[in-house]
């Protein structure tokens, strides 16, 4: 998709309904052991929570939206390294008729300026490898910052931002410990 039929935005109070069905379509197939996604998807019930969390930074929660429809959606909020601020993305998500074509490679790139141009240190999330590493990121370890699970590996991932070169393990938002 060209990157000029797409415009990315903040989040805004009316998008709410439908980022929880775009999330809900975007989750709802086979998870990679191949077991059944729940219903609603956790993405959906998480992305709820974060919404209405003290750790929620409305700028930081974005929708892609083509020809007036929202076709993808971020957030991005407050976690911790050690003591220090962090930032924990995700979900994202892509509506299926529209993955594949740039849409979540354009808020993740967003999501980044943003979070550099707040002064941010470090973005962390749980994902492929072989995806976000495009973006920059790495597998966490490999910066000093230990995932909030151990099992994750490769799969835990984070970025540093403008000369952070804090370390330790990472905490997400609240919401996130009560999956």
Same mark, same amino acid.
């Given at each position: 998709m060209d *990157?000029?039929?797409?415009?990315i935005r903040a989040l805004r109070d009316?998008?709410?309904?439908?980022v929880a069905g775009l999330l809900a379509e975007a989750f709802s197939g086979p998870q990679p052991d191949g &077991?059944?996604?729940?219903?609603?998807?956790? *993405?959906?019930?998480?992305?709820?929570?974060?919404?209405?969390? !003290?750790e929620f930074i409305p700028e930081l =929660?974005?929708?892609?939206e083509r020809d007036g429809t929202v076709? $993808?959606?971020?957030?991005?909020? #407050?976690?911790?390294? $050690?003591?220090?601020?962090?930032?924990?993305? $995700?979900p994202i998500g892509v509506a299926p008729g529209v993955q594949r074509l740039g849409v979540g490679s354009a808020l993740v790139r967003e999501t980044l300026r943003l979070a550099e141009a707040r002064g941010e240190g470090l973005v962390a999330l749980l994902?492929?490898?072989a995806y976000y590493g495009?973006?920059?990121?790495?597998? &966490?370890? *490999?910066?000093?910052?230990?995932?909030?699970?151990?099992?994750?590996? =490769?799969?835990?991932q984070a970025i540093r931002?403008?000369? &952070? &070169?804090?370390?330790?393990?990472? #905490?997400? !938002?609240?919401?996130?410990?009560?999956?």
């Open positions: *990157e000029q039929e797409m415009r009316d998008d709410h309904e439908v &077991s059944p996604a729940a219903s609603p998807p956790v *993405e959906v019930v998480l992305n709820t929570a974060l919404l209405g969390s !003290a =929660a974005l929708v892609a076709v $993808g959606y971020c957030i991005t909020t #407050r976690g911790w390294l $050690g003591d220090e601020p962090a930032l924990g993305l $995700g994902g492929d490898p495009r973006f920059g990121f790495v597998t &966490s370890t *490999e910066l000093g910052v230990a995932p909030p699970e151990p099992a994750w590996g =490769a799969y835990f931002l403008g000369g &952070s &070169s804090s370390v330790g393990a990472f #905490r997400y !938002a609240v919401p996130f410990d009560e999956l």
